[in-house]
T-cell receptor, first 115, second 116 residues
Framework: AQSVTQLDSQVPVFEEAPVELRCNYSSSVSVYLFWYVQYPNQGLQLLLKYLSGSTLVKGINGFEAEFNKSQTSFHLRKPSVHISDTAEYFCAVSDSGGGADGLTFGKGTHLIIQP | GAVVSQHPSWVICKSGTSVKIECRSLDFQATTMFWYRQFPKQSLMLMATSNEGSKATYEQGVEKDKFLINHASLTLSTLTVTSAHPEDSSFYIC????????????FGNGTRLTVT
């Protein structure tokens, strides 16, 4: 079984400040890790993913995340946020077994950008 | 990029009626589609997984007779909420994948169901 923990339900940040959204996972097998963003009343958009290789992953909209196997973490970062980054962010994990497996999502972190 | 179209975006229905939600992959063939349910300010909960041409696999606690899923083709899956009740009111999101477990999911924009 696998699980995802997003420690912060809400993160307020001033515009142009850096931000880190935390994500920890647990799994008995190797995992693939994802960050998705959800704007109000919309589906999810993929920000970035870690499958293998370099532990630092760069995504869209200036976001990046670092996979840390020893700490079982996949924290999302952005050096300078914008008002338009206000949204709900979900960390998700999929095991490497392949096949038709869905994602296991964390509970989400609401990023609030303050002017 | 891969686009998943979900329709309708919102629907209001009376208690006891049935509602069908469509999920289409517009520019790729979706071997697997997933249906999620999201309660306000909460995460997405996987309801079921469907593969084209076969019966859907439901997660524990999801009533298969209430939430009927049909994956009729490689580009279309439907979720029918039968005999809807107010507690079925929620945000339903579909997603589709063209490959195996490491292929990213592409999400529809969701359907807001309100049962009165």
């Amino acid at each position: 079984a696998q699980s995802v923990t997003q420690l912060d339900s809400q993160v307020p940040v001033f515009e142009e400040a850096p931000v880190e959204l935390r994500c920890n996972y647990s799994s008995s097998v190797s995992v693939y890790l994802f960050w998705y963003v959800q704007y109000p009343n919309q589906g999810l958009q993929l920000l970035l993913k870690y499958l293998s290789g370099s532990t630092l992953v760069k995504g869209i909209n200036g976001f990046e995340a670092e996979f840390n196997k020893s700490q079982t973490s996949f924290h999302l970062r952005k050096p300078s946020v914008h008002i338009s980054d206000t949204a709900e962010y979900f960390c998700a994990v999929s095991d490497s077994g392949g096949g038709a497996d869905g994602l296991t999502f964390g509970k989400g972190t609401h990023l609030i950008i303050q002017p | 990029g891969a686009v998943v179209s979900q329709h309708p975006s919102w629907v209001i229905c009376k208690s006891g009626t049935s509602v069908k939600i469509e999920c289409r992959s517009l520019d790729f063939q979706a071997t697997t589609m997933f249906w999620y349910r999201q309660f306000p300010k909460q995460s997405l909960m996987l309801m079921a997984t469907s593969n084209e041409g076969s019966k859907a696999t439901y997660e524990q606690g999801v009533e298969k007779d209430k939430f009927l899923i049909n994956h009729a083709s490689l580009t279309l899956s439907t979720l029918t909420v039968t005999s809807a009740h107010p507690e079925d009111s929620s945000f339903y999101i579909c997603s589709a994948r063209s490959g195996t477990g490491y292929s990213p999911l592409h999400f529809g924009n969701g359907t807001r169901l309100t049962v009165t």
